[in-house]
């Protein structure tokens, strides 16, 4: 029984992923044919290598890390050659140069720290692996230029299908997230557990990091759209940009709220039963929010428009159910996490394209306020 669920869910992820699959492989073999047969080298190492891992490390990104992949690993390649030339093969000293010179120019020209390690590594391979080549033409560096120039081309042809998927992807994870930590606070809460509600806090502080993929696939796509003319999806792809305000102080919301969550586990009086399971609304809701961003995304308005109903039901039960629980009395974190709750749904459902003025007036008649 194990064993078949096994082979069932590596199938699975065989079906999600088959594109990757073929794209490097299709990269991989054509930057081959390209630097041995086109070109002449006999021995092109790199040129396949260098599209597997602009591949790998650019996917989902703009054209600009993409470039800075390639060239970041093709620099590698052109140090490790001079300096092996230089100083020959195998020596320490040759290691001690190659390294720290690949660091320092990658470094120096703002590389990321994944890429400073990427061409730091290739630079290593032609020292302590690699034989000399008997020419001072750096052939290697060419063909880390052509692998990376064919992985860039294939990149671009694919995404440019369906230049948006990385970006809903983005979408679902960030929400996805964002949700779990809100029920990480409300087990947190559940529990009287300070430990976890210190975890969830700390989760909370990292959704930062989130919001600015975001922004950056957004910028990504943006880049993807340039290639065709696609309207429809142009002005989605503004109109998400646009609300990407109120997701990030939806974000912010959820780490005051879990910053008050913290505080509430250290005091004496049991936080009041009924809390964990307004957060775990909330985070259904918020789980419900990034399916309407990314059907909208998918150009799938009828699923958007259900999961957005979806994100208000949720939204307005988890605003309801947390403002039964203050009453007179009640510490001052648990009107910290109430009044997050309302601004975070409000945030929320701004951001998925509910009107400003009908939101307020449902989140304050679910909280019991009078209407204004």
Request: proline share 5%; aromatic share 4%.
């Amino acid at each position: 029984m194990v064993r078949w669920s096994w082979f069932r869910q590596a199938a699975g992820r065989l079906r999600r992923r088959w594109p990757q699959v073929a794209e490097a492989t299709v990269a991989a073999t054509v930057a081959w044919v390209l630097a041995s047969r086109l070109v002449g080298h006999p021995e092109p190492f790199f040129a396949p290598t260098t599209a597997l891992t602009v591949l790998g490390q650019a996917r989902g990104h703009r054209r600009r890390r993409a470039v800075e992949v390639v060239l970041g690993v093709a620099g590698g390649v052109l140090v490790g050659d001079v300096v092996v030339q230089a100083l020959g093969p195998g020596r320490s000293w040759t290691v001690l140069v190659v390294v720290l010179l690949t660091i320092v120019l990658a470094v120096a020209v703002g590389a990321s720290s994944v890429l400073v390690t990427q061409a730091a590594i290739s630079a290593l391979y032609l020292v302590v692996v690699a034989p000399p080549t008997e020419t001072w033409v750096p052939l290697r560096f060419v063909d880390a230029l052509i692998g990376g120039a064919v992985a860039l081309v294939a990149s671009q042809l694919v995404g440019t299908r369906h230049p948006l998927a990385p970006l809903s992807a983005e979408f679902r994870r960030t929400f996805g997230e964002l949700a779990d930590v809100l029920r990480a606070v409300a087990d947190a809460l559940d529990g009287r557990d300070h430990a976890a509600a210190r975890a969830a806090l700390d989760r909370a502080r990292g959704m930062d990091a989130a919001v600015g993929r975001l922004r950056a696939g957004v910028d990504a796509a943006g880049e993807a759209l340039t290639l065709h003319v696609r309207r429809r999806q142009s002005g989605r792809l503004r109109s998400i940009g646009a609300s990407l305000g109120q997701v990030d102080h939806a974000v912010r919301d959820v780490r005051v709220l879990a910053r008050a969550g913290v505080t509430l586990t250290r005091l004496p009086d049991p936080p009041p039963a009924g809390l964990g399971g307004a957060l775990r609304s909330l985070a259904d809701a918020v789980h419900a929010a990034g399916e309407v961003f990314a059907a909208d995304l998918d150009c799938r308005d009828d699923d958007a428009a259900e999961h957005a109903g979806r994100a208000e039901a949720a939204a307005l039960a988890a605003v309801r159910d947390a403002g039964r629980l203050f009453t007179p009395g009640r510490p001052l974190p648990l009107a910290m996490i109430v009044g997050s709750v309302r601004i975070a749904v409000i945030d929320l459902l701004t951001g998925v394209g509910v009107d400003d003025g009908r939101v307020l007036g449902r989140v304050d008649e679910a909280l019991g306020l009078p209407a204004v």
